[in-house]
């Protein structure tokens, strides 16, 4: 579904503290499937995924979605790309303060013009997919750790996009919460979501939710296996 | 509903929200920026229908005052001229008139003095203009004295006020007989102050003032246009004084305008790196401050213009009063029939409400054409 084609990433280019984040990356994401990017901190893992997900362009390399080429495109274009084909969960989750958790919802989809009623019926089903219904008037900054990781989710779902993309998802979460994120990761991943995380939290990456690990170490790939016992139609 | 309208309407509820997120701060603004729109309205307003009140007053007077000048001084015109005056072609009417300053020590003001010959009043009586009935505490009736030039004591009874709709032009008139009028200030019979002409063709007026000034050379004739452009002079005089005195209330708003829009807080730039990195377009994020800009310049705008036309029609711009009406001892005291020009409203809206909405987006735009991925390093 994304194909990366050495990807190297430099910040700061030309200066004294140049620094080169991802160093030739080649990887391919497979569709409908939960791919995760693991690796110690400042191993490239956000970096890579802000290229997988064009929130960020790389310096040199070829990004490819769904076959076509996407590395040249203007802004206007990627923004387009992102909020058609991609959801995003941040690890601070990045709600907007003073809005209610129905109104963060559906702010991704602000832009499309979608009648308001269309708008709300589809962001109830999805705080009601993740128990949260009864919470749906609460102002963000009232909801605890795991409700407003949800609304992130929803939020992130509101547009109906094909890949869902998440930054160190349990960073803030305790283990109940994160076994509870898990079994959201697996509700959307059998309805046939691409998903690609970051993540460090042994629960998460040797979970049987994830069907590949991509492990980053020094902006480079050093390995990459199946996170879970491969069925027929799985591959990484 | 179409999406592009239904996207506004999106962006409007959201821009409202985020107001309201930052009340503290918005409602300080807002504030601060209705004010300065109240003072320039108020200054604006007030000047323009000073102005238009002027040009109503004056409407009535002769198109030509003749005055007599001897060595560069005003002289009373002898009887004699009214006569070479009425065999210049194109003079209608021709009315000697009888007027002179006569300055009051008790209430150290100047009241004008005049003879209207139109208007019958008996020998001994007087009709005062409002300031006088103020300043002297006078009401039809009583008795008043005034010291002539000569030291003579005139003692006259007040018959009329004059009504307070006509202040503007009678705040210090003081009207009396033609007979006490030449006894006080011993002006000689067949002598005038000046002489007010009528013209049959107002084409023609500047062609009888040239004929006037050849035929009597040494007259001044002084036109009804020219009047009204130097009433308009004063008040653009007065209006731009009033703006200047202000400048610095004016320069400290746009200072404090420019710090609180265009200085973005760490909190907003976060904002708008979310918006994009979650589907907002630079275009939207910079629609959505346009919206937010938009609001805040057009209710401060909406706030001051209303406060100002409340304070200069409904109160009497007490706050200006004095600047922009005169020097005088005796202010003339009126309130003004409301008066508001399209031109005013433009200037205002656009050296308040462009200058803002501006302050904004410029910031906004260089905000939100920044990569989203900082925000996944928030």
């Known amino acids: 579904m994304i194909e990366l084609k050495n990807i190297r990433k430099v910040f700061n280019q030309g200066q004294h503290n140049e620094f080169w984040a991802l160093c030739g990356i080649d990887l391919a994401i497979p569709e409908q499937q939960v791919t995760a990017l693991r690796g110690p901190s400042?191993?490239?893992?956000?970096?890579?995924?802000?290229?997988?997900?064009?929130?960020?362009?790389?310096?040199?390399?070829?990004?490819?979605?769904?076959?076509?080429?996407?590395?040249?495109?203007?802004?206007?274009?990627?923004?387009?790309?992102?909020?058609q084909t991609f959801g995003f969960v941040f690890q601070q989750f990045n709600l907007i303060r003073g809005l209610s958790a129905i109104e963060n919802i559906i702010l991704p989809a602000y832009p499309l013009g979608l009648p308001r009623k269309h708008l709300l019926e589809k962001a109830e089903a999805l705080l009601a997919d993740v128990a949260l219904a009864h919470r749906r008037e609460a102002k963000v900054e009232w909801l605890s750790g795991g409700e407003q990781q949800r609304v992130a989710i929803c939020r992130a779902l509101i547009n109906d996009?094909?890949?869902?993309?998440?930054?160190?998802?349990?960073?803030?979460?305790?283990?109940?919460?994160?076994?509870?994120?898990?079994?959201?990761?697996?509700?959307?991943?059998?309805?046939?979501?691409?998903?690609?995380?970051?993540?460090?939290?042994?629960?998460?990456?040797?979970?049987?939710?994830?069907?590949?690990?991509?492990?980053?170490?020094d902006g480079r790939i050093v390995d990459q296996t199946e996170g879970r016992p491969a069925s027929a139609e799985r591959f990484c | 509903m179409k999406p592009w309208i239904a996207k506004q309407l999106y962006l409007i509820d959201y821009t409202l929200a985020s107001l309201s997120r930052r009340k503290a701060k918005n409602l300080s603004l807002l504030f601060i920026y209705a004010l300065l729109v109240f003072v320039l309205a108020s200054v604006a307003l007030y000047t323009q229908a000073l102005r238009h009140e002027a040009q109503a007053v004056l409407a009535g007077s002769p198109e030509i005052v003749l005055q007599r000048m001897i060595a560069g001084r005003h002289d009373l015109i002898p009887a004699g001229y009214l006569e070479k005056i009425g065999r210049i072609r194109g003079v209608q009417k021709i009315e000697g008139r009888l007027w002179g300053y006569y300055y009051d020590s008790v209430v150290k003001a100047n009241y004008t003095?005049?003879?209207?010959?139109?208007?019958?009043?008996?020998?001994?009586?007087?009709?005062?203009?409002?300031?006088?009935?103020?300043?002297?505490?006078?009401?039809?009736?009583?008795?008043?004295?005034?010291?002539?030039?000569?030291?003579?004591?005139?003692?006259?009874?007040?018959?009329?006020?004059?009504?307070?709709?006509t202040e503007l032009a009678s705040a210090d008139l003081v009207l009396m007989n033609e007979a006490d009028f030449r006894a006080f200030?011993?002006?000689?019979?067949?002598?005038?102050?000046?002489?007010?002409?009528?013209?049959?063709?107002?084409?023609?007026?500047?062609?009888?003032?040239v004929k006037l000034m050849n035929a009597l050379p040494d007259s001044r004739p002084i036109l009804r246009?020219?009047?009204?452009?130097?009433?308009?002079?004063?008040?653009?005089?007065?209006?731009?004084?009033?703006?200047?005195?202000?400048?610095?209330?004016?320069?400290?708003?746009?200072?404090?305008?420019?710090?609180?829009?265009?200085?973005?807080?760490?909190?907003e730039r976060r904002e708008i790196g979310i918006l994009k990195a979650i589907g907002w377009e630079t275009g939207d994020v910079i629609q959505m401050k346009f919206w937010e800009g938009l609001l805040i310049s057009l209710s401060a705008f909406l706030l001051g213009f209303l406060a100002a036309y409340g304070h200069v029609f409904y109160f009497g711009a007490p706050l200006f009063e004095p600047v922009l009406k005169g020097w005088a001892v005796l202010y003339p005291h009126f309130s003004l029939p409301p008066h508001i020009?399209?031109?005013?409203?433009?200037?205002?809206?656009?050296?308040?409400?462009?200058?803002?909405?501006?302050?904004?987006?410029?910031?906004?735009?260089?905000?939100?054409?920044?990569?989203?991925?900082?925000?996944?390093?928030?």
């Open chain 1, 42 to 83: 400042g191993s490239g893992k956000t970096t890579l995924l802000t290229i997988l997900g064009c929130l960020a362009r790389p310096t040199e390399g070829r990004v490819r979605l769904k076959g076509e080429d996407i590395s040249g495109l203007p802004e206007r274009f990627l923004t387009e790309i992102r909020r």
């Open chain 1, 161 to 217: 996009p094909e890949i869902l993309i998440a930054d160190e998802p349990t960073a803030n979460l305790d283990t109940k919460l994160a076994t509870e994120f898990l079994g959201i990761l697996e509700r959307l991943a059998a309805q046939g979501r691409t998903i690609i995380l970051t993540s460090h939290d042994p629960l998460v990456v040797e979970s049987s939710v994830v069907d590949c690990v991509v492990t980053l170490r």
């Open chain 2, 113 to 165: 003095f005049m003879a209207p010959r139109e208007m019958n009043i008996a020998r001994g009586e007087i009709i005062v203009g409002p300031a006088l009935e103020r300043s002297r505490g006078l009401a039809a009736g009583n008795g008043i004295s005034f010291r002539s030039y000569t030291g003579e004591l005139h003692t006259f009874i007040v018959a009329e006020v004059l009504p307070e709709a």
């Open chain 2, 185 to 209: 200030f011993k002006y000689p019979d067949g002598h005038f102050t000046d002489v007010a002409l009528s013209v049959a063709n107002p084409q023609e007026v500047r062609n009888v003032a």
């Open chain 2, 225 to 267: 246009e020219e009047v009204l452009r130097t009433y308009a002079s004063i008040f653009d005089w007065r209006e731009g004084l009033m703006l200047a005195l202000l400048a610095a209330a004016i320069l400290a708003f746009c200072i404090l305008a420019w710090d609180k829009a265009a200085g973005l807080s760490a909190e």
């Open chain 2, 341 to 378: 020009d399209g031109l005013t409203i433009a200037t205002l809206a656009f050296f308040t409400v462009v200058p803002y909405t501006a302050a904004v987006l410029v910031p906004i735009w260089r905000a939100a054409i920044t990569d989203p991925d900082t925000v996944m390093r928030a």
